[in-house]
């Protein structure tokens, strides 16, 4: 993730709104889901634990989408 950066942290039905708006633009990105690590370890959730990374060079563009489409970090 050496040219990513973060576009999103949320919960995961935003996040998952927030992939398929990305995937329909053919926008790559990352997704790093904290709440499956904090079961595995056998910690509590925490509600905005899903963070979605684009690259640098598409950031400005995603930004755009999540703002039109009302979805920038609930």
């Not at 919960?11 to 990352?30: G, Y």
């Not at 709440?35 to 509590?44: E, H, T």
């Amino acid at each position: 993730m050496e040219n990513h950066v973060e576009l999103f942290v949320g919960t995961p039905t935003t996040a998952l709104a927030v992939k398929n708006l990305l995937e329909l633009n053919n926008i790559e990105f990352v997704e790093r889901n904290d709440i499956n690590s904090a079961i595995a370890a056998g910690f509590g959730m925490a509600d905005k634990a899903t963070h979605i990374f684009v690259e640098q060079d598409v950031l400005e563009t995603a930004k755009t989408l999540l703002a039109k489409n009302d979805l920038f970090n609930d």
